[in-house]
């Protein structure tokens, strides 16, 4: 069965740089949520969208957008990234309309350096 | 506000003991879903169980068991006779079932390790 796609699976950037990452969720899956998780730390909530609009707002640091596309695929736009900002984030996806849980793609790790 | 806790940083046993993973959850929600995902060394979250306020049913599944208790707030996930691969992060996560949403909440989760 198809699962949640993200790309890349490493990146490393330089302070200051700009990062793009992408998520594409389970085919007929409406709503892809963002999480960021800090060495040894917990999966953080960041940002999620319905049907191509923001559903909801965790803690995203103005640095940082999103948007859903038109093809329900997500992209995380990073800027000025800092050292802090290496982490795994994660991208989930489900049907709002089906009473199931948020599928988890496999995670990518940006590392700043 | 929700909150998820769970206070076993790190567990270690040994090979086929028994192991039994505590979770306690705080939310205002009278429906809500509780999780349990596994996240071994390679990162991936792995989902293992979902399970929603009304239903307090214990479940079973092959070595993994759960047991809800909504009176204490409580989600444990048990794992008999344990193994080297059951070694991993366990993380505890609650979702409010509100709109479009299914925002988890985690909890800091508890690193078991098996020995062999």
């Known amino acids: 069965a198809a699962g949640v796609i993200q790309s890349p699976r490493h990146l490393i950037k330089e302070k200051r740089e700009t990062a793009t990452l992408k998520c594409y969720p389970i085919?007929?899956?409406?709503?892809v949520y963002w999480y960021q998780q800090g060495p040894g730390q917990d999966p953080q909530f960041l940002i999620s969208f319905y049907e191509k609009m923001q559903s909801d707002k965790g803690s995203i640091p103005d640095r940082f957008s999103a948007q859903q596309f038109s093809d329900y695929h997500s992209e995380l736009n990073m800027s000025s990234l800092e050292l802090g900002d290496s982490a795994l984030y994660f991208c989930a996806s489900s049907h709002d309309g089906s009473d199931t849980e948020a599928f988890f793609g496999q995670g990518t790790r940006l590392t700043v350096v | 506000a929700q909150k998820v806790t769970q206070a076993q940083t790190e567990i270690s046993v040994v090979e086929k003991e028994d192991v039994t993973l505590d979770c306690v959850y705080e939310t205002r929600d009278t429906t809500y879903y509780l999780f349990w995902y596994k996240q071994p060394p390679s990162g991936e979250l792995v989902f293992l169980i979902r399970?929603?306020?009304?239903?307090?049913q214990n479940e079973i599944s092959g070595r993994y068991s759960w047991n809800f208790q909504k009176s204490t707030s409580s989600f444990n996930f048990t794992i008999t006779a344990s193994q080297v691969v059951d070694s991993a992060v366990y993380f505890c996560a609650l979702s409010e079932a509100k709109g479009s949403a299914r925002q988890l909440t985690f909890g800091s989760g508890t690193q078991l390790t098996v020995l062999p």
């Open positions: 399970r929603n306020s009304f239903d307090e």
């Open positions: 085919p007929r899956h409406d709503t």
